[in-house]
């Protein structure tokens, strides 16, 4: 199974990192701009909504995985959008997930491999937006 994942990051691209642990996204926001990435806004936040405000996506890939598919993560991709989430329970073999929106809106899903990821942790307080650590 091909993925179809993008082979390098082309100039003009936008990407978009969303991370719950404030320390890890402050680093990663600071790494980032230290080696010039302006291209990549990260922020501070519960993954499992996304980040609406910058949707939709041509590719959402998440590396943590929840129980099941969240549906804001399927709302936030664009017609022709991939997601690519391992799903599955915590301490249990998941499943990297493809998941194509096409051109008309219908979602098709399909497992690709077996794998093993940390759980996606959620906010208590839920939402999908955080503190900006780039803009």
Do not use: C
């Not at 996304?50 to 041509?58: I, S, Y």
């Not at 099941?68 to 991709?77: D, F, G, M, N, R």
């Not at 990297?96 to 497992?111: C, N, P």
């Amino acid at each position: 199974m091909d993925l179809k994942l993008p082979k390098k990051v082309k100039v003009g691209d936008r990407w978009y990192s969303v991370e719950i642990v404030e320390e890890l996204g402050r680093e990663a926001g600071r790494r980032l701009a230290r080696l010039g990435y302006a291209n990549v806004k990260t922020r501070i936040g519960d993954g499992y909504g996304g980040w609406p405000d910058a949707a939709p996506f041509d590719l959402i890939l998440v590396t943590a995985a929840p129980d099941h598919v969240p549906p804001a993560l399927i709302a936030q991709l664009k017609p022709g959008g991939r997601l690519v989430i391992p799903v599955g329970a915590v301490y249990d073999v998941q499943e990297l997930t493809l998941i194509e929106k096409d051109q008309a809106g219908k979602v098709r899903s399909e497992a690709v491999i077996p794998v093993r990821f940390v759980p996606l942790r959620r906010n208590p307080a839920g939402g999908a937006s955080g503190e900006p650590v780039s803009e």
